[in-house]
């Protein structure tokens, strides 16, 4: 799970891994996304194996760390964008077929979906946010 990072890779990881769940209840997300995607330094590393190593560590937390695709996004576009990777994070709604309304978070790079568990899903969703906002980059 942990091959291509290094140990100081993987103690940041579970580090934002610990405080950016909570914080997703706590703080208005477009103001948490502008905060997370700010860069700075980061060592080498392989993106999938960043990937993998945070869902690992959050799939093994409790509530509020608990595993959703919206934590998993944050942590992930935390560090990559950190890293410098020019990447966004999206969010999206759909209507089940019982009616009820869902939602999913996801990455995109280079207009991709990037690093997703389940490439498919984005696209059964309408997109109702991006981070950084491409609008207000003007």
Known sequence: MSEGLSAGLRVRALVAALWIPPLISL??????AAWLGRPGPMPPFEDAALASWVDGVLRRLPWPWRYTCLKRAAVLYHLLRRAGRPLQLV??????????LGAHAWLVRDQRIYLELEPEAPAAHTVIAIFPDPSAAT
């Not at 703080?27 to 948490?32: E, G, N, T, Y």
């Not at 969010?91 to 009820?100: A, M, N, Q, S, T």
């Open 27 to 32: 703080v208005s997300f477009q103001r948490l």
């Open 91 to 100: 969010i999206g709604v759909r209507r089940g077929p019982d009616g009820k």
